[in-house]
């Protein structure tokens, strides 16, 4: 093996060298961008604001086939809010629906 030769293989493996350092480099700046604060609250917020989109439609599409219930839901709500005896119900009823959760086993079938 002459010396000319082996200083080609030298040169060209450098070469290589620093094409995968480029490389490299290249991949480790372009990560961290991907992963700057910016970027990852960027990305948040976009998929944030997809989702409530999403949920957006979702509902108008049920009020849309369903607009009894929905303005049902709707009185509902204000009748809790601003009629005392409504509230008062509605805490029995929830109060009935922790007892009865809490006592579940008393219910169950046990194929003991």
Known sequence: MSDVDRDERLVRA???????????????????RRLSPARLKEDALLA??????????DARQTIR???IIAVSAVAGLFAMLFWRPARVTGMYGLRAAQILWLNRRLWRQSDE
């Open 14 to 32: 450098r070469q290589r060298a620093t094409v995968a350092r480029l490389r490299f480099i290249n991949s480790v700046q372009s990560t961290r």
């Open 65 to 67: 086939r369903h607009p």
């Open 48 to 57: 944030a604001g997809d989702y409530i989109e999403e949920v957006r439609h």
